[in-house]
């Protein structure tokens, strides 16, 4: 199958961050970019969310590492909610947010007329599952559809290729909804808790009996979905011709994001499918019964209802825990931005160095000439020593010319 119609960049790998420690882990870990909700609006309200103040302080951390933050504001918004909205994005993209999510059109309209420079990116809650939709998301003016997650491989090939210009994401590991995205109300009818306004109750995931008495035809975790693992269909991801990979998980563990992390950047990098192995450390992680990779796959295996397998904490393996814990820690170090140095050196002249990160440049010269050493002259090892000792700062030193001309003895 020709994919030239998109270009063959590596995509995204798109992370949860319920809060600041996972944050740290997904960036830590390997994401490209996490996603985040503040106090309102968001289709994760018991996340543990972010205040202003360490929302700004995560998108420097993130943005310091060169990983990009989007902010969730994907819920329904009523009238005397809208004003409200349009600030908390006003102020997102004033922190430095690269862009917002939102489910609601009219809250997209309105987003596009107030703040018409500032990328906005529709969640899967907006049910976009066919070239059409996706095409009227951006002529409302969306740069990114984040697809419904029912869709087979076929299907959202058919999507990418028919919108060119518009960013596709897709979900590729974590829970799936039982109804489809963005359409459920039965959580609304449980338990008075709208999924649509950040609620869900789950009552998907609650034991049911269909019959009764001798008229008793099954029972168990009828409707229950198992959690998606597209790891195993890493190829035909990459072919798909998605830009970005997204984990689904703001509800969980900052061990959990770094593990579905690691396995997923090293599937991505590589191009080959997370093996045995690493499924079932994903498993001893965080899983629901298993995982599938219908309905990416083509097929219906969604549904599982063994009850044995319903407690997605029972299998936690403690080691595996501790081994992930690492990446959340806030003096973490694993994750560092490639500064490049050029250096000037010689004799009776003022050294220079010229520095460059990502968009960033400038020069540094010496105060004073360099003068003939009466001991020790000053050597190429010795200024590379020196000029790499970023400590524990995010940074690390690529030289691209260290032209050290010595003193003549």
Known sequence: MDNSFKNRRKPELLAPAGGASSARAAVQSGADCVYLGLPSFGARSYAENFTETSFAETVDYCHLRGVKVYVTLNTLVSDTETEEAVKLAAFAAKSGADAVLVQDMGLLALLKKYLPDFPLHISTQAAVMNSASAAFTEKLGASRCVVARELSFDETVSICRNNPGLEIEIFVHGAQCYSYSGLCLMSSFYGGRSGNRGKCAGPCRLPYKLGSGDKRIDEGYLLRPVDMCLGTEIGKVLASGADCLKIEGRMNSPEYVAAVCTAYRKAIDSGKNIDDDELARLESVFSRGGFTSAPFDGKPDVMKKDASNDDAYSKQNAELLKEYAKYSKEDCNFRKTPVEFDFYAKPEEKPKLS?????????????????????????????????????????SVRFRTLKFIPQKT
Do not use: H, W
């Open 355 to 395: 520095v460059k990160c990502g968009n960033i440049s400038f020069d540094v010269q010496g105060e004073n000439a360099a003068v003939k050493a009466e001991n020790a002259p000053l050597t190429e090892e010795r200024v590379r020593i020196q000029l790499e000792k970023t400590g524990a700062y995010p940074f």
